[in-house]
């Protein structure tokens, strides 16, 4: 009997066992993989790297994420790297009739989940990115100055992206569809630094089903907790 | 009524949804598209990709575009085993080494091709030898990395094929036609895994593809 009640424990403390994400909380890949935490509700722990301190390139880091970044993840005997697959598997694992974020059994939706999410890696994330790296990374973390030459250039680049996604949601609420997803959570802690911490967060004044879209995200309250932790003016 | 894709199978992402298409079997057509004449950027092709890229796709009503993206929605569409949907931690397997072709192979690769083969052959210049350079050190960390995971596994998400492996062919079988084709020697689980892929009748019949079209 109580070899059983141990047994029975044990398993109970397994299935209970909070996953784990190790990396930052100010990385935007750190952040992706949060997001959907959060979402899901799901019990997490998150494991800071010093970075400064070289923790990333330590052997114990690089068993987990090879090459040598950030985030890797945990969940029993699963270890994990890339934010995207992680998010994928966390959304899967946790998900319910309420919680379906990737759509996976339904063909056409699902696409458009994968399309969208292709969209903010490759589209995306390239425009706004060196703006938050040259407005804010390299001038508060490295003490180099803003390349504007570089800003201006992805400004525009960023414009035509902007312009693409206004016609989008023009037609659908979400990128995916009528239907919040895991395409909309990749765009947020990009989009979180580029409105947080450069002086062009009016840009999006020029988009306003963009705007529309990511107030509209922002107001979740998933991306309100992060982002107070994420927020480059305290 | 047949899939379409719209593109040329000589680009790498028309031909990793080549190979998905030959995988499950399916009935397809290749609509050539003429980058020469702006045919990318014309308003027909924008309605089916709005980036002006190929290969954009259609299925019936669904128009899609991004390569992995229909790459995966061709697979899940005939419950292809190179995906392994359904199984958590193979399906985290085949998305997280998907992501590493995408983000660590993909990336320098498509550098060090401009650099080496688009420029001579088709711009009629010289490459800068610093830029392929850097990327050729790029290539290398990504190397050793694949070189320690295939010295455990006979493919990337395991002991099974899956998508992350083939979404490997078309860069590689570049890779192979530029002077770096020997930096595979010091990588030889890599170089033997690339060949097994290389040799799948699949690839073999994209392969051809892409010559034709080249």
Not at chain 2, 120 to 130: A, H, K, T
């Amino acid at each position: 009997m109580l070899r059983l009640a141990t047994i029975a424990t044990t398993l109970t403390r397994k299935l209970m066992a909070p996953v784990k994400v190790f990396g930052p909380a100010a990385s935007t890949n750190v952040a992706r993989v949060l997001v959907c935490l959060e979402e899901v509700g799901a019990d997490y722990e998150l494991v800071d790297i010093d970075f400064p301190g070289k923790g990333h390139k330590r052997p114990d880091h690089l068993a987990r994420n090879p090459f040598g970044q950030v985030p890797a993840f945990q969940d029993g005997d699963v270890i994990l790297f890339e934010s995207r697959a992680i998010a994928k598997y966390v959304l899967r694992k946790y998900k319910s009739e309420q919680l379906d974020l990737l759509r996976e059994g339904n063909l056409e939706e699902a696409a458009m989940v994968d399309v969208w999410t292709e969209v903010e890696t490759h589209q995306y994330h390239p425009a706004l990115s060196p703006i938050v790296l040259e407005c804010f990374i390299y001038p508060t973390l490295r003490g180099l100055p803003t390349n504007q030459k570089v800003v201006d250039e992805s400004l525009e680049k960023a414009k035509k992206v902007l312009e693409i996604y206004e016609t989008h949601l023009s037609k659908h609420k979400y990128l995916a569809g009528d239907f919040v997803s895991f395409a909309d959570f990749n765009h947020f802690a990009c989009t979180f630094y580029f409105m947080d911490a450069t002086p062009y967060s009016n840009l999006f004044d020029s988009y306003p089903y963009v705007k529309a879209w990511w107030e509209n995200l922002m107001s979740r309250p998933s991306m309100k907790k992060l982002g107070a932790n994420m927020s480059t003016r305290n | 009524m047949a899939m379409k894709v719209y593109g040329l199978p000589m680009s790498t992402n028309v031909a990793r949804v080549l190979v998905c298409l030959e995988e499950v079997g399916a009935q397809y057509e290749v609509v050539p598209i003429n980058f020469s004449i702006g045919e990318h950027k014309n308003m027909e092709h924008t309605a089916r990709n709005p980036f002006g890229q190929v290969p954009s796709f259609q299925d019936g009503d669904l128009i899609l575009f991004e390569s992995r993206a229909i790459s995966k929605y061709i697979l899940r569409k005939n419950q292809s085993e190179l995906v392994k949907e359904g199984d958590l931690p193979d399906s985290a397997m085949v998305d997280m080494w998907l992501d590493v072709e995408s983000h660590q192979f993909d990336r320098p690769m498509a550098v060090i091709i401009h650099q080496c083969l688009i420029i001579p052959m088709y711009l009629g210049g010289e490459n800068d030898g610093n830029v392929v350079e850097e990327n050729v050190e790029k290539l290398k960390k990504t190397f050793e990395v694949y070189e320690a995971r295939l010295s455990k596994f006979k493919y990337l998400a395991g002991d099974f094929i899956s998508l992350a492996d083939l979404s490997h062919f078309p860069t590689a079988y570049y890779l192979l036609a530029t002077p770096h084709a020997s930096l595979l020697d010091n990588y030889p689980h890599v170089k033997v895994w690339i060949a097994d892929i290389l040799a799948r009748p699949t690839v073999k019949k994209v392969v051809e593809m892409m010559k034709a079209t080249a």
